[in-house]
């Protein structure tokens, strides 16, 4: 494993009791790239996310990022990623601009570059102008920005994001996005992101993977996979139908737990 991709995984598996969550993932992301991860909830997304992020454990050798075996660097790993998890939440009772120097403290940054680090990224996911204000006065557009702009206050080089624009209406979902591409355009940052909104994939995504059952079943650009189906007018919908067997998102949500979750971040985004 080299520096050559920011992420590397090699036969990942993982199993929680009897129910085998990641059966042999193989896995690189190429340093610069938006990469998105694709599949139903219960397909393996967010339990490989969690091992790429060290929150679980892994045998050596299985994953690296940029070069870094996962499973004997932990924290040095952690230090070169952004992690904006489903359901995480700012805190209402602080500022936007408290709640991302709050993270700043919790990343470790030095104490001298603080300031400059909780503006830069403050400006950058558009929040200047609403930096002192309480952030229970947020639109839940504005409330997943500052969830972003406290995940780049570290200036990772890597930004892992699940489902960063779930429960949000279009304009609010363009408009991270746009947010998104532009740090990416600036710092040469790579992007892993979970998405059901295949629109989202198709559009902003350079490669994407889609997951089923907790294995990778294709690999390749949104165009590469569309033109592979051979059908005129298709969409990635379409790609998702063709390796899911046919069953849409509906018929493989991951169960009640799930469905509450998605439910409470939506309500939380407004």
Known sequence: ?????????????????????????????????????????????????????????????????????VAGRK??????????????????SLTGRENVALFARLFDVPRRLRPTRVSEAIDAMGLGDAADR????YSGGMIRRLELAQALVSA????????????????????????IAAVRRETGMTVLVTTH????????????????????????????LID???????????VFRAYSGGETLDDQIGGLRDVRATRRTARRLG
């Open 156 to 179: 990772p080089r890597l930004l892992i994001l699940d489902e960063p624009t779930i429960g949000l209406d279009p304009v609010a979902r363009a408009g991270v996005w746009e947010r």
């Open 134 to 137: 309480l952030a229970s006065t």
């Open 75 to 92: 924290m040095a790993v952690r230090r070169l990623i952004g992690y904006v998890p489903q359901l995480l939440s700012a805190d209402g």
């Open 228 to 238: 592979g189906l051979g059908l005129p007018g298709a969409t990635l919908d379409d």
């Open 1 to 69: 494993m080299t520096e050559e991709f920011a992420l590397e995984c090699h036969g990942l598996r993982y199993q929680f009791g009897e129910t085998l969550a990641v059966d042999g993932v193989d896995l690189t992301v190429a340093r610069g790239e938006i990469f998105g991860l694709l599949g139903p909830n219960g397909a393996g997304k967010t339990t490989t996310i969690r091992a790429v992020t060290a929150l679980l454990p892994v045998p050596p050798g299985t994953i690296s990022v940029f070069g870094l075996d």
């Open 197 to 224: 909104y295949m629109d989202e994939a198709e559009q902003c995504c350079d490669r994407v993977a889609l997951m089923h059952r907790g294995r990778v079943r294709a690999v390749g650009t949104p165009a590469q």
